[in-house]
């Protein structure tokens, strides 16, 4: 399996907020590499608290797809997600596929009253916080949600074959 987004498996640094909001990749828009047509197996996010819910949108802020229900970390550092996957309309996709050599933002959505979620620390623009709440659904675009600008690269990722 190949994973568009975060590379470490077992990030060391955490992020403590509360309140249901989300949070995603900005400046740091990751791509699979390699042409062709691949099929999504997964979509994560590394916590060990917190309820979760993740999306993939195209670079321009449009949405490709998100996971088919909300997740809950168990309390153990690990990953966590989603290996079923809705469009927009809550309809499930029984081939989701992203296409090779093309840029994508991923997005993961929290709710209260706590959560921590990995990173590593980057530097201004990597990610932003969008106080947004998106559990039971992700818009049909984020391209002008405000976003506020944070420094971590927050340990999110999409697996495909």
Same mark, same amino acid.
């Given at each position: 399996? *190949?994973?568009?987004?975060?590379?470490?498996? @077992?990030? @060391?640094?955490?992020?403590?907020?509360?309140? %249901?909001?989300?949070?995603?990749?900005? =400046?740091?828009?990751?791509?699979?590499?390699?042409?062709? %047509?691949?099929?999504?197996?997964?979509?994560?996010? /590394?916590?060990?608290?917190?309820?979760?819910?993740?999306?993939? /949108? %195209?670079? =321009?802020?449009?949405? *490709?797809?998100?996971?088919?229900?909300?997740?809950?970390?168990?309390?153990?550092?690990?990953?966590?997600?989603? @290996?079923?996957?809705?469009?927009?309309?809550?309809?499930?996709?029984?081939?989701?596929?992203?296409?090779?050599?093309?840029?994508?933002?991923?997005?993961?959505?929290?709710?209260?009253?706590?959560?921590?979620?990995?990173?590593?620390?980057?530097?201004?623009?990597?990610?932003? /916080?969008?106080?947004?709440? /998106?559990?039971?659904?992700?818009?049909?675009?984020?391209?002008?949600?405000?976003? @506020?600008?944070?420094?971590? *690269?927050?340990?999110?990722?999409?697996? *495909?074959?």
């Amino acid at each position: 399996m *190949v994973y568009l987004g975060f590379q470490i498996e @077992t990030p @060391t640094l955490y992020d403590t907020s509360a309140g %249901t909001h989300a949070v995603r990749n900005a =400046s740091t828009v990751w791509k699979i590499t390699g042409a062709g %047509t691949y099929t999504v197996k997964n979509l994560q996010a /590394y916590l060990n608290t917190g309820v979760i819910r993740l999306a993939i /949108y %195209t670079s =321009s802020g449009a949405f *490709v797809m998100q996971g088919n229900a909300t997740q809950t970390a168990s309390g153990t550092a690990a990953w966590y997600g989603h @290996t079923a996957f809705t469009n927009q309309a809550g309809q499930a996709i029984t081939n989701p596929q992203l296409s090779g050599e093309t840029n994508y933002i991923l997005i993961v959505a929290f709710s209260a009253p706590s959560h921590n979620l990995y990173y590593t620390a980057g530097s201004a623009g990597n990610s932003c /916080y969008i106080s947004d709440d /998106y559990l039971s659904g992700f818009p049909a675009s984020i391209s002008g949600v405000s976003c @506020t600008s944070l420094n971590n *690269v927050y340990a999110l990722r999409c697996g *495909v074959e």
